[in-house]
């Protein structure tokens, strides 16, 4: 049997002690890589002075993790700089926050080469590998250069952008081309399989034989859409479980009569928290008389904190969510919570089933699995009501959300007051269609569609074409 290769640019097992800090994606990779007596290759997370490409290896919860220290210089200039700096702002639209650096381009090829050197020792002949995201799309070019000619996946957690906005990136077609030394591509949506589409068609004189494959610089290439879900089972575990009803009685107890609206991202630009925030001042506005019965509550934990636009936003957030409070708090009442704070995931699942309102409104989100967690953990008999950004990736799979455009206060503020008085009957129709799909379409469901079709076990894509 194959052995399951997957490169992640962090890697982290679940202990299998029963801890609850992993999310579910590492839990269904872990699960995968059992199976197969896989390896899971990244970064340690730690750095040296200099770089040795000395393997740590370990087995962590049934599971061989293999990772790497890298240089304080590659964290700057390959995950801060080309990963955090350059990519993920230019993949979320915001060309405004990309910085274009050449130090962080070679930083981040060195550390592509770097991943791939330590990783083809450890490359048997029948193994699949399975590459994720944004860090580590020139990795199988590293890796063909080595000679491994093992088939390659890549998944691409985040949005793939337009044509228009991908030529912004200097070299874009350089990081494009990369992509061709993969087996399949992955992409969330059938949207942002179209965007990279367009650009091999239109900007690199591609050819599509037929749906789903590609032909560009002299090769072929797979591709193919695969939405991300979440542990659906796992969830509806720890929905029942003693720390999730504590959570969800002491909110019960702390909102009092209060309806409770929630919102729980990372602090990053992208998950639309100021454009939030200011939706529910501006229900606030509106709505005189709603205005007593709610309580908004914002988790939001600071992540990577050594960017600026990061430290910049975090202050925009702290002035707003004071702004709001001074502005309609009274002796008695306070409409906004917000808190910086990491909680476990059953913790979260007592907080998201306190919620009659689930506020997810990213500017734009790869997928968004915040939105499948709060329809996951509801109350079949009443259930809350999801208001979802029309720019999520999950939004395909949703359509029984309220959809709004998260630029518009105004919108927002309407789907609020929509949301909150709506009738149990609809409420209970919409979530049923939600749920059944979050349900369906779990994190299990979308990593056997991906290695299947890797391994070519797909009949109706034999990898006949990848010559
Ligand atoms: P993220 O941008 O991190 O992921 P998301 O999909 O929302 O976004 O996942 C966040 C996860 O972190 C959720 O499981 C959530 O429960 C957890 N989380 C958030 N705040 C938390 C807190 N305060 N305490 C504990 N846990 C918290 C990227 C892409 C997404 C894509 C995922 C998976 O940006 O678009 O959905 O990868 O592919």
């Known amino acids: 049997m194959s052995r399951l290769i997957v490169v992640s640019n962090r890697v982290n097992p679940p202990s299998g002690n029963g801890e609850e800090s992993v999310g579910g994606l590492a839990m269904a990779l872990a699960a995968a890589l059992k199976e197969s007596s896989g390896v899971w ?23 061989t993790a293999a990772t790497v220290d890298l240089e304080e210089a590659d964290l700057d200039e390959y995950y801060n700089g080309f990963a955090n700096k350059t990519l993920w702002p230019l ?24 991943f791939a050197k330590t990783l083809a020792p450890l490359i048997q002949p029948d193994d699949v590998v399975w590459v994720h995201d944004y860090h580590l799309i020139p990795l199988a070019r590293e890796l063909r250069a080595l000679g491994v000619k093992n088939r390659i996946g890549f998944f691409l957690h985040i949005p793939w952008p337009a044509h228009q906005v991908m030529i912004n990136l200097p070299h874009h077609r350089q990081l494009v081309q990369a992509m061709f030394d993969y087996d399949l591509a992955g992409f969330q949506t059938a949207e942002y399989q179209q965007a990279f589409e367009e650009y091999v068609l239109t900007e690199a004189g591609g050819e599509q034989p037929e749906p789903d494959w590609l032909k560009a610089f002299g090769r072929t290439l797979q591709v193919g859409a695969f939405p991300i879900g979440i542990d659906a089972s796992d969830f509806a ?64 934990p600071p992540s990577r904190e050594a960017v600026e636009a990061y430290q910049e936003i975090r202050g925009r957030l702290d002035a707003l969510s004071g702004r709001i409070n001074g502005e309609y708090s009274d002796v008695d009442w306070t409409p906004f919570r917000y808190v910086n704070k990491n909680y476990r995931r059953d913790e979260l699942a007592g907080i998201y089933a306190a919620a009659r309102v689930g506020l997810v409104t990213p500017l734009r989100d790869g997928m968004n699995l915040v939105a499948k967690e709060f329809v996951a953990a509801q109350d079949p008999e009443d259930p809350g009501v999801l208001v979802l950004s029309r720019f999520a990736g999950a939004v395909g799979q949703m359509p029984d959300a309220l959809l709004v455009n998260p630029n518009s206060p105004e919108d927002v503020a309407d789907a609020l007051k929509r949301a909150l008085t709506m009738d149990r009957a609809e409420r209970v129709r919409r979530w049923t269609a939600l749920f059944e799909t979050v349900q369906r379409e779990d994190v299990s469901w979308w990593r056997d569609a991906f290695v299947r079709k890797l391994m070519g076990r797909d009949p109706a894509h034999a990898p006949a074409h990848a010559v």
Request: hydrophobic share 40%; proline share 1%.
């Open 41 to 63: 290759f990244g970064w340690s997370g730690r750095t040296t002075e200099t770089f040795t490409g000395d393997l740590n290896i370990e087995t962590v919860g049934g599971v």
């Open 237 to 300: 575990r720890m929905k029942t479980s003693a720390r999730a009803r504590r959570m969800r009685d002491l909110m019960t107890a702390t909102t009092v009569f209060r309806r409770l609206i929630v919102g729980v991202d990372r602090l990053d630009y992208s998950k639309g928290l100021e454009e939030r925030f200011l939706g529910f001042e501006q229900f606030l506005a509106d709505n005189p008389d709603l205005r007593r019965q709610v309580l908004m509550l914002q988790i939001a």
């Open 91 to 114: 993949f979320h639209y915001r060309n405004d926050l990309a910085a274009f650096d050449r130090a962080y381009r070679d930083g981040y090829t060195r550390v592509n080469r770097r």
